[in-house]
């Protein structure tokens, strides 16, 4: 099919059709997912170096669609985003994280563990976003303290200002702030001692990469410096291979996340798994 515009033809290819076919399917299967109880919330370890115990979980989303199987954040995200989803998915994601989470520590009162949530630039820019989270806080009982939202160098950049504001308002009520896919952003030097950011992730491009060493170590290691000169937390992302832990570790980076000490899994698995109940 061709349409033809003011000034220019576009030309639909099969695949293309096909492809916008796909993504409206998924919007709209996207809308009832909520309301099915499609959507999870997984939950993936974050460790201490030092003596390899769970510090923190990120929660990250997965749908369970009833043909097509698990559907990856990376491919429906985006889709919400455009469509504005987001905002309400957003909402539903930070109060059912919160409430896990809190049931958790309940559980194991003597070591409360950190909740890691992912910000996208449009909730980010939702001028409700501070009374939400104050409010889903009061609502479930968590503690701000152990709430850590994370946000990338682009969700920031583009909107410093305003960013910096309600960055302002969380660092207020205590709740803390992580810089995402660290690294990959651009400059990211020039403005992070502007943010009152409590902590650094350092992207898995350079992890994966460090084995190559030369510049790429470097990098992490920069990373690294850079991170404690400014008194942020710092864990290194997609940690898949020893060599890769006992290459961080030389380093002196304090936290990893990666399928070498746990995939994201089920609250149910999180709790009942080794870090909770150590085999001693
Ligand atoms: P991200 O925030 O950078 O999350 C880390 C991704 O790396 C996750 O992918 C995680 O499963 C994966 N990962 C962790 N360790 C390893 C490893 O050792 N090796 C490899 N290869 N991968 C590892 P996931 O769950 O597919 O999520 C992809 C992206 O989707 C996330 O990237 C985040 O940007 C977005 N996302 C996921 N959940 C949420 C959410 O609840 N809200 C929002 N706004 N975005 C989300
Ligand atoms: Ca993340
Ligand atoms: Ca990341
Ligand atoms: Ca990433």
Known sequence: ARILGRDRLLVFTPKMHEKARGAMETLMDLRQAMEKDELILFYQPIIQIPDEKITGVEALIRWKHPHR??????????????????????????????????????????KPITLSVNLSSKEFANTELFEQIRQTLAETGFQPELLKLEITESVVMGNAEAAVITLNKLKEIKVRISIDDFGTGYSSLSYLHR?????????????????????NLEIVRTIVTLGKALKM????????TAEELAMVQELDCPCVQGYYFARPMPLKELNTSHFFHPLI
């Open 233 to 240: 937390e710092i864990t290194a992302e997609g940690v898949e």
């Open 69 to 110: 199987g698990m559907v990856s954040p990376a491919e429906f995200i985006p889709i919400a985003e455009e469509t504005g989803l987001i905002l309400s998915m957003g909402k539903w994601i930070l109060k059912k994280a919160c409430t896990d989470i809190k049931a958790l520590n309940d559980l194991h009162p003597k």
């Open 195 to 215: 943010f009152p950011a409590d902590s650094l992730k350092i992207d898995r491009s350079f992890i994966r990469r460090m084995h190559l060493g030369g510049e």
